[in-house]
């Protein structure tokens, strides 16, 4: 008797260790089955057309967020209100890379939650390649992409094969960097906002003797030098007036990392850390590290991007305004003459979410997208992070929170270049360029630099061209794999002009 | 005579014994064989594939990911690395512990469960935790920086983890630290075997505590200290969480193990996509490694068994 008990007992613990591990736990909605619409067919593009009324059963939506927090709540919480029925369950992921795994593994395994901001690691086209994306042609039919700043809905971008894949979010022109300066800081050792440096020479000599006033305590300048994608956006940015053609040379088709650009630039920052212009932490510390020594008074200047805004004005955990609008400002970063600088980008938009094809709740999911649609480009105004995708003269009503939103968002239009790109001369080139992502160094010139500025490297040289080397082979390879469906000269455009918008 | 039923009846427990054992494995098996050997199998799948992780496997390549690893400068870099951190991790940590083991198996020794349990902590702290503490406490501008500028003892901050030399021997001492508990436990357990007739009779004749020490405890702990040597290089030689959360492999480069490398192709990164296929082979040839160390140490461990205790053999029949 105790024997047929202690056997029944063990089976019963491993049926529960096996049901325990093959249950799936991203979707939890309760009532899939009583949703009054059928989940998307075998093209994710086919839905019973009616949505649910007000007072229809509960349904649960999940999405993954991973840029700031605070994003899609003012957004989610609209809706929710006039929906009452359906809860948007919003995960925030961690930022500055530490998403990457749990999007991985979500894409391998197929347990994407419903909708998601783009996984920075797969495009478009690989993903819809694998059929885990849900087309969005009912939520932006083409009569309204005139709405959206231009190639927001480009094949390769925004669409592939005519259908749109992507709900776009911000505006092509997000991530450019800027100077944002602690105006207290400045006053307590006797500086206004005019007498910040425009150029490098400017900065150094400033710095030196803000440090020297303030007794050494306080340092001129800040930024995340750790933060990998930052320190990789400030080098392409403040290389640009040294070395217009940038990174990618479209009128050789070929990666190029030992310039000029790259190399002054480095040493520059190099010099500013060894005369104590930047701050000593710099060379350890994250972006969310720089936003404290900006706040606290360690630093006049923090280097930023056009979001850092949006990050200075949010309360504290106990929400307290300790620092407010009033006590910044922003201001382009020195450049090596004081004259533009810019960063290049290929089209789409600068963020957007997808919808899993996997998605039970179609309708409301679509309902949701129609009402952000509608709603949310107003609130990314509002909360200062950032332009939209939608064009900002049909948002009229918005007012960002912040009077600085302005000079923000007239630095991100003049800190941008477009440039050509290939999939205007193959759509082909989409395998291509996700098979040199996969190619491509483990490197860029955001870890060289920081190895440079930590005294790891001596000489830039060697690395850069390294770099330069292994990108290139990466890129051939991937075009080799190809089979002649893509050539080495559709990524070459004789008629572009480095520094100048491309109008090709 | 019925001779019969007895031996059926003998023959029906022994065979519900056998079940019973049998269904007390079973669950470990079916794990080992679902989370170890089904992933080391493939591993060796995918190695031979250039494959990103998405999609069916299609693309072939041979020993072409092996080949490329063999001219991969970063590989040798961070198979250098794991040797000096497996190295030096493993000395600091068996001797150390060897030295605390023996302070604490003194029968004199007050308060033996407290050390015990405060030596044994950090072996059940996670190891990224760890990491994370250590990498805030020694940072530029961490508790021990403002401490030591505090005191006077520096007047600008050290470089914990941006001096290549230093964020190595930090790893290394955490690292230690973190596993001296369990090895410490080991060699208590050893040491507990001995039999205290025989450090009784070395008293009499004579001995003091270091001739004990040469002549009595260490050849007795050969087998142990070949297991335990085992044991530790072993678990040395795999590092991730710590070395990720700690250093991350800086500054660049310098403390980035083997491990840390298999993931950066394993994984999509900041530096881009996926090559399972490239990350797998490098997994074969650590793993193959490992398996050429273990071998051997087992070797030892072999020989050591048996010179120990034919040693002490000859020292008995000496007196």
């Known amino acids: 008797m105790k024997k047929s008990i202690s056997l029944i007992l063990m089976l019963v613990l491993i049926f529960s260790a096996v049901l325990a591990g093959c249950s799936k736990g991203n979707n939890e909605a309760k009532n899939s089955d009583a949703s009054p619409s059928q989940s998307a067919s075998a093209t994710g593009s086919q839905s019973n057309s009616q949505t649910p009324a007000p007072g229809a059963e509960k349904v649960v939506i999940t999405m993954w967020n991973r840029l700031n927090k605070a994003t899609f709540d003012n957004v989610i919480a609209g809706f929710q209100e006039k929906y009452p029925n359906i809860t948007v369950k919003l995960e925030n992921l961690p930022e500055g890379g530490g998403d990457v795994a749990q999007y991985q593994a979500a894409v391998n395994g197929n347990e994407l939650p419903d909708i998601f901001v783009r996984p920075t690691e797969y495009s478009v086209a690989q993903l819809v390649k694998l059929g885990r994306l849900h087309d969005l042609d009912e939520v932006f039919p083409k009569e309204g992409f005139g709405d959206y700043t231009e190639g927001t809905f480009a094949e390769g971008y925004g669409s592939i094969d005519g259908k749109v894949y992507t709900f776009p979010l911000f505006s092509s022109l997000h991530g450019a960097l800027m100077m944002y300066y602690n105006k207290k800081v400045l006053e307590s050792v006797g500086y206004t906002a005019a007498d910040i440096p425009k150029s490098w020479d400017e900065l150094l000599a400033f710095g030196k003797e803000f440090n020297q006033k303030s007794g050494g305590k306080v340092y001129a300048l800040g930024f995340g030098a750790k933060t990998n994608y930052f320190a990789t956006y400030l080098m392409n940015q403040q290389a640009s007036p040294i070395t217009p053609e940038g990174q990618f040379n479209f009128l050789t088709g070929q990666y190029n990392f030992n310039t000029q650009g790259y190399i002054e630039t ?5 010099k500013a850390y060894d005369e104590k212009v930047l701050h000593p932490a710099t060379i350890d510390a994250d972006t969310g590290k720089a936003y404290t020594l900006l706040k606290t008074g360690e630093v006049a200047f923090m280097m930023g991007g056009n979001w850092s805004g949006e990050y200075l004005s949010q309360p504290d955990k106990d929400g307290n305004v300790a620092f407010t609008t009033d006590d910044w400002g922003v201001v382009p970063i020195p450049s090596k003459n004081g004259g533009p600088q810019y960063q290049y980008f290929e089209g789409g938009s600068g963020e957007y979410l997808y919808v899993s094809k996997e998605t039970k709740h179609w309708p409301e999911v679509k309902l949701f997208l129609e009402y952000m649609r509608d709603n949310f480009y107003g609130s990314v105004i509002e909360t200062g992070q950032t332009m939209p995708s939608k064009k900002v003269e049909l948002i009229p009503d918005a007012k960002p929170k912040f009077a600085q939103y302005t000079d923000i968002s007239k630095m991100m239009v003049e800190f941008k270049r477009l440039t050509p790109t290939v999939y205007a001369h193959n759509p082909a080139a989409t395998s291509v360029v996700a098979q040199y992502n996969n190619y491509k160094p483990k490197e860029n010139v955001g870890s060289i630099f920081l190895g440079y500025l930590q005294g790891q490297l001596k000489d830039l040289d060697k690395p850069l061209q390294k770099l330069t080397d292994d990108s290139n082979a990466a890129l051939k390879r991937a075009i080799d794999e190809a089979g002649g469906a893509v050539k080495a000269e559709d990524f070459v455009f004789p008629d572009w002009v480095p520094g100048e918008n491309y109008k090709g | 005579m019925q001779t019969g039923k007895p031996k059926k009846k003998l023959h029906q427990q022994l065979r519900r014994k056998y079940m019973w054992a049998y ?48 001219h991969d400068e970063m590989f040798w870099n961070s198979f250098y690395n794991a040797m000096i951190y497996g190295v030096s991790a493993t000395i600091i940590t068996v001797v150390s512990s060897f030295l605390l083991a023996l302070v604490l198996n003194d029968v004199n020794m007050k308060g033996k469960t407290i050390y015990r349990t405060i030596y044994f902590l950090p072996v059940v702290t996670v190891s990224s935790i760890i990491g994370i503490m250590f990498n805030n406490i020694f940072g530029i501008q961490g508790f021990a920086n403002q401490f030591l500028q505090s005191i006077g003892w520096i007047h600008e901050p050290i470089r914990f983890w941006l001096d290549p030399v230093l964020a190595m021997i930090m790893l290394i001492l955490v690292g230690s630290w973190k596993h001296i508990g369990v090895v410490m436990i080991y060699w208590l357990a050893g040491l507990q075997m001995i039999q205290i007739d025989l450090y009784e009779a070395a008293k009499i004749d004579g001995a003091n505590y270091w001739k004990m020490l040469m002549r009595i405890t260490l050849p007795l702990l050969k087998p142990v200290a070949a297991t335990i040597l085992l044991l530790t290089v072993g678990s040395s030689l795999h590092v991730f969480d ?15 193990t083997i491990e840390l490398f298999i993931y950066e192709y394993a994984f999509a990164t900041k530096f881009g996509g996926v090559r399972v296929g490239y990350a797998s082979a490098a997994g074969v040839y650590l793993g193959i490694f490992v398996l050429f160390v273990s071998l051997f140490l087992g070797w030892l461990g072999m020989k050591a068994g048996s010179s120990g205790s034919s040693k002490i053999g000859k020292e008995v029949s000496k007196s």
């Open chain 1, 266 to 270: 480095m040493q520059f920052y190099k």
């Open chain 2, 242 to 256: 710590l070395v990720r959360t700690l250093t991350n492999g800086g500054p660049y480069h310098h403390t980035e």
């Open chain 2, 23 to 70: 269904i007390f494995v079973l669950p470990q098996v079916l794990y080992f064989l679902l989370a170890s050997a089904y992933p080391i199998v493939m591993s060796y799948v995918y190695s031979f594939y250039e494959w990103d992780g998405l999609g069916p496997l299609t693309r072939f390549v041979g020993f072409s990911n092996y080949n490329e690893l063999l």
